[in-house]
């Protein structure tokens, strides 16, 4: 029997949020944080394997899916959405996987209310630094897309200007932590990785070779054991 996934909004200060979940409302709270340009629908494939053991809940982040476009898309304002989004549904701690930009997020959030993370996983994924090499900025947004450019701007604005407590304040997280690689396919240096996870200290790295930066896409079953077993 295939998994009942619902489409639900939540009033958040910046408008109304939209939001997939599936999962008994009794179980342990799970929060999923999607990549730039993705949405919440990018997590199905996890929300169905993950929500027989936890009530799972991804967040379309402002600027994207059906949320709220705004003014403000800096990492502490997506970071507040998703503090506010658990307040919101009245959750006090739950577990949190982020991707891509939803993994920086997740780290942001992680350092900002580290009694309220039960475990963190991030998915490829190292807060910005000073110095990294990054890809070139399109000039122009690609036709038919369902997110805000503005976004995707302000984004990589932040990557040429990383803010240096992004990685200085990463050992104030104490939740159990997991960092998944995806191998030297992926885009993000792989030692950056392994530095992440020596600078938290409660974490590990584990490694899928091959599986790119969009690691829960291209081997989706690794993913799945690695993060199951995982949680508690």
């Avoid at 403000?72 to 891509?100: P, V």
Wanted: some cysteine.
């Amino acid at each position: 029997m295939s998994t009942q996934i619902e489409n639900a909004t939540v009033q958040l200060t910046g408008g109304s949020f939209h939001y997939r979940r599936a999962g008994s409302p009794e179980l342990p709270p799970l929060i999923l944080l999607h990549a730039l340009t993705a949405d919440s629908t990018s997590w199905d494939a996890v929300i169905g394997a993950l929500s027989a053991r936890f009530r799972v809940l991804a967040l379309d982040q402002r600027g994207h899916g059906r949320s709220p476009r705004a003014a403000d898309y800096s990492f502490a304002a997506m970071r507040d959405d998703a503090t506010e989004f658990a307040d919101a549904l009245g959750i006090e701690r739950f577990h949190l996987i982020g991707h891509s930009m939803g993994a920086t997020v997740a780290f942001l959030a992680a350092q900002s209310i580290p009694k309220r993370i039960e475990t963190l996983i991030i998915e490829d994924t190292v807060p910005p630094w000073v110095g990294a090499e990054l890809p070139e900025l399109p000039p122009s947004p690609p036709a038919g897309i369902s997110y805000d450019w503005q976004a995707v701007r302000q984004y990589f604005a932040q990557l040429s200007e990383p803010d240096p407590l992004w990685w200085e304040r990463l050992p104030a997280i104490t939740a159990p932590t997991l960092i998944i690689g995806g191998g030297t396919t992926s885009p993000v240096p792989q030692d950056r990785l392994c530095e992440a996870a020596k600078r938290v200290g409660n974490a590990k790295l584990l490694t899928i070779q091959g599986a790119g930066h969009h690691v829960h896409a291209t081997r989706l079953p690794e993913f799945l054991a690695a993060v199951q077993a995982f949680l508690p």
